[in-house]
């Protein structure tokens, strides 16, 4: 897992992917739930900050902010980007498997931008959702979003041929780099941005994340959310982000 883990490192640590990264701005849709779920001046952590993009924003509206990420580049990139808006925040480098930060010091968690999917294996996504428990105060509100594996959109069909062949691999004991099924791994000579990935269920979430003790409180795909329909059945097949807010809950 530490290889898959460098990778991800590696490839958001490049100049060219932190400048991709290097804008600033809330999508309304997280506008929305940070402050319908965060209280007003609250401790927040903005996991997998990147350059800043929601981290600056979230200080300008009073949060008292850290913002941490994997890739030193990125975290650098977001402390000039702060100076430049004159905000305040708390910088850290860190692994969102493994959090520096004792338990219960934060309102609020936000893994932004699908940052969730570079976590390498299911069991990776697992210990984030543990450790985003175990640095929020009860009642706090940990807010992520993700793409789908079964999403219709122009990307099912790359998803299905990826399945078909990772089934057929498997089946005949043939040597593959993928271990587990929504994994993409790019070769690191190649200039993708994503290097690794890894696209599962929206239902895997609900139940990782049911079974870090967290109860959804709501859950809708970004642009049902932001056109502002409620969510339906059809939202896991939705071809747009999927929005999840999980509490801690209040009593323990
Ligand atoms: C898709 S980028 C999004 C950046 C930022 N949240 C935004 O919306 O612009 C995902 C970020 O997650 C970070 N990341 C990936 N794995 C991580 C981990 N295990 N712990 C902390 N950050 C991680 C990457 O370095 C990258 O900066």
Request: glycine share 6%; aromatic share 14%; with cysteine.
């Amino acid at each position: 897992m530490s290889v898959l883990k460098d990778l991800v490192r590696l490839g958001y640590s490049r100049s060219w992917v932190v400048d991709k990264y290097a804008t600033v701005g809330l999508w309304p849709s997280e506008d929305w739930a940070c402050t319908t779920f965060w209280p007003a001046g609250s401790r927040i952590l903005d996991l997998g900050c990147g350059a800043g993009r929601t981290t600056i924003p979230l200080a300008q509206k009073a949060y008292q902010i850290t913002g941490a990420d994997l890739a030193l580049p990125m975290v650098h990139k977001a402390y000039q980007q702060a100076k430049t808006w004159h905000v305040n925040a708390t910088w850290a480098v860190v692994d969102g498997t493994d959090l520096p930060f004792s338990e219960g010091s934060f309102a609020g968690v936000l893994f932004s931008y699908n940052g969730i999917e570079l976590v390498p294996r299911t069991e990776g996504k697992s210990r984030v959702l543990s450790e985003a428990w175990r640095v929020l105060k009860p009642g706090g509100h940990l807010i992520f979003t993700t793409h789908a594996l079964e999403a219709f959109n122009q990307y099912l069909p790359i998803r299905l041929r990826r399945l078909v062949r990772f089934l057929y691999l498997r089946a005949r004991r043939k040597p593959m780099p993928e271990m587990e099924v929504g994994e993409v791994i790019h070769d690191s000579r190649k200039n993708f941005e994503v290097y690794y990935m890894q696209i599962i269920s929206p239902r895997t979430y609900r139940k990782l994340l049911a079974q870090t003790g967290f109860e959804l409180v709501y859950y809708n795909s970004r642009q049902r959310l932001e056109s502002g329909k409620s969510p339906s059945w059809y939202t896991d097949f939705d071809a747009d982000f999927k929005f999840y807010v999980a509490q801690k809950p209040a009593l323990q």
